[in-house]
C-alpha cells in the first residue's frame, strides 16, 4: 500500500536557525497537504500543493512539491519558539489522506 | 462553529471491555475520517467514510468498526478493547475527498487507555 515517510523525525535547533523537513511517498500523490501539531494539540492544515513543482510561501516557511509528485519539503527560516510542534505532510491519491510519520521540532531559546 | 466535536476526551477501559467514541460535525462536510496517533507512528487511518451511507477501511482497521449515522455522525466503537488500542483517536472531516484536495479539518483528540 501507500507509504508516506517523512525524516528527520526529531530535531534541536537553536532560535534563528533554519529546519527543513522532507517528505516522500511510494507512490506518485495527486495533492500533497502539510499539518501542524502543537503539543497535546490536535494537527491543523497549514497549505496544499498541487503542481509538479510547485513552491509555495507563508512568511518564513516554505513548501516544495517534487517534479516527480513523490516528495515534497518543509524549510522554516530563523526559527522561533513558537514553531515548535510536529509537523506532518499527508499525501492523497485516492479519497483518503496517508499521513507521514511526522518530525517533531524542538526550538531553543 | 464548533466544528469537529469528539467525546469522551480521556477513557481508561479494560481489556476486553466494548466503548463508542463519538463524534459529529457541523460544517456540512460529506467525508469524515478516525486516526489513531501512536508515539513516532503519526496518524494512521482506521476508517473513513466518502459520504453518508458509506464506509471504507483505512490502514489499521482491525479490532474497530465504524457507523455513518447520518451526514454530521461518525461513531467508531472497539467492541472487545485491547492494550495494543491505547492511544489517542482523532476523528477528522473534510468537504469531499481528501484527494480532491480538500483540507481536513481535526478535532481536538480522545485519549484512550487499555489496562
Known amino acids: 500500500g501507500q507509504q508516506v515517510m517523512q525524516i528527520p523525525q526529531y530535531q534541536h535547533v537553536q532560535e534563528g536557525e533554519d529546519f527543513t523537513t522532507y517528505c516522500n511517498s511510494s507512490?506518485?500523490?495527486?495533492?500533497i497537504q502539510w499539518y501542524k501539531q502543537r503539543p497535546g494539540g490536535h494537527p491543523v492544515f497549514l497549505i496544499q500543493?498541487?503542481?509538479?513543482?510547485e513552491v509555495k510561501k507563508q512568511k518564513r516557511l516554505t513548501f516544495q512539491f517534487g517534479e516527480a509528485k513523490k516528495n515534497s519539503s518543509l524549510h522554516i527560516t530563523a526559527t522561533q519558539t513558537t514553531d515548535v510542534g510536529t509537523y506532518f505532510c499527508a499525501g492523497g491519491n485516492t479519497d483518503k489522506l496517508i499521513f507521514g510519520t511526522g518530525t517533531r521540532l524542538q526550538v531553543f531559546p | 462553529n464548533a466544528g469537529v466535536t469528539q467525546t469522551p476526551k480521556f477513557q481508561v477501559l479494560k481489556t476486553g471491555q466494548s466503548m463508542t467514541l463519538q463524534c459529529a460535525q457541523d460544517?456540512?462536510?460529506?467525508?469524515m475520517y478516525w486516526y489513531r496517533q501512536d508515539p513516532g507512528m503519526g496518524l494512521r487511518l482506521i476508517y473513513y467514510?466518502?459520504?453518508?451511507?458509506?464506509?471504507d477501511k483505512g490502514e489499521v482497521p482491525n479490532g474497530y468498526n465504524v457507523s455513518r449515522l447520518n451526514k454530521r455522525e461518525f461513531s467508531l466503537r472497539l467492541e472487545s478493547a485491547a492494550p495494543s488500542q491505547t492511544s489517542v483517536y482523532f476523528c477528522?472531516?473534510?468537504?469531499?475527498?481528501?484527494?480532491?484536495?480538500?483540507?481536513?479539518?481535526f478535532g481536538e483528540g480522545s485519549w484512550l487507555t487499555v489496562v
Open positions: 500543493l498541487v503542481k509538479s513543482g
Open positions: 477528522a472531516s473534510s468537504r469531499v475527498g481528501a484527494s480532491s484536495g480538500n483540507t481536513i479539518y
Open positions: 507512490t506518485t500523490l495527486s495533492n
Open positions: 460544517m456540512n462536510h460529506n467525508s
Open positions: 467514510s466518502a459520504s453518508e451511507g458509506t464506509t
